[in-house]
């Protein structure tokens, strides 16, 4: 358990830090194509029947009933239209908004996340959690995404079917060449893969607010990466919300910590009391 839930860690880190960065290199070498930059971030799915195929998990989960073909493809289809929207609002957000106000927008998933499980998955709520949540929203709202608006030179009035026309000129017009456009969008889709297997790794194994959080912390300390890659400043704003994120994660971690304590002292309670006491003999 401890080690899936470690694996599935390193794949958000991994995954979301990579795709993240991919994606500002698309902007910076010349990408301007909005629709683009969303249909990557869910083209690279073929990639996981790999896995699927080449691992067999062993264990299935055992259901009272199958549901029908028709309910889940009908599931399939409304979560992918979700995710498309999804991603397509990350897009357009970046190029209507400023980054402090798209940063705080997109800080507010958590919160809203925080409640649906409250009333939806029963998800416990302690004053750790709650601290935690409040700590990483505040601190993700504060954290600069330093993406300079001049790399988002969207032409506003551009439609679907001009962006696909002028696919062939962007790629002509990419600065590191053709070859390394297309290997860019490769990377960028295998990335965000690798993160959607961490994602919903977490919300199977643990649950959907421990999966949004460890998301949460990813992104906040992604500057840390473009540090190294982009050789960015570290600002002081950076520095604080990566902190912040620090001590929300442990606030949150530390909470878990103290449910397996507990469950931990009632199993060994419980197994006790059922000890008989031995027989005198007389």
């Known amino acids: 358990m401890v080690a899936s839930v470690g694996r599935q860690y390193l794949f958000i880190v991994v995954g979301q830090a990579a795709a993240v960065l991919m994606g500002r290199y698309y902007y910076v070498q010349g990408g301007n194509s909005e629709w683009m930059a969303t249909i990557v971030q869910t083209a690279g799915f073929p990639i996981l029947f790999i896995p699927l195929f080449l691992l067999h998990p062993s264990q299935k989960l055992e259901t009272s009933a199958s ?3 028709k309910v889940v493809a009908l599931i ?3 979560l992918g239209l979700l995710v498309a929207g999804d991603n397509m609002l990350y897009s357009v957000g970046l190029l209507y908004l400023s980054a402090s106000t798209y940063s705080l927008i997109c800080s507010t998933q958590l919160a809203f996340n925080a409640v649906f499980s409250y009333f939806l998955n029963s998800q416990k709520m302690t004053a750790l959690i709650l601290n935690s ?5 505040v601190g993700r709202s504060d954290c600069d995404l ?3 608006r001049g790399d988002l030179c969207f032409d506003r009035g551009s439609v679907c079917e001009r962006e ?3 696919l062939q000129q962007e790629m002509d017009g990419f600065d590191s060449g053709r070859v390394s456009y297309v290997l860019t969008l490769v990377w960028t889709a295998v990335s965000w ?5 961490g994602v919903v790794g977490l919300i199977f194994t643990v649950s959907s607010l421990f999966s949004n ?3 949460t912390v990813s992104l906040v300390t992604t500057p840390l990466a473009a ?6 400043k570290m600002s002081a704003v950076k520095v604080i919300a990566i902190l912040m994120a620090l001590c929300g994660f442990c606030s949150y971690i530390y909470q878990n910590y103290l449910d397996d304590a507990n469950e931990r002292n009632m199993g060994s309670h419980s197994h006790t009391d059922d000890i008989e006491e031995p027989h005198h003999v007389q």
Do not use: N, T
């Open 146 to 148: 330093h993406v300079a």
């Open 193 to 197: 893969q690798v993160c959607a297997i």
């Open 227 to 232: 540090l190294i890659v982009f050789h960015d």
């Open 67 to 69: 549901p029908s073909i």
């Open 76 to 78: 399939y289809v409304v």
């Open 213 to 215: 959080i460890i998301s």
């Open 164 to 166: 696909w026309k002028g």
């Open 133 to 137: 949540v409040g700590i990483l929203v």
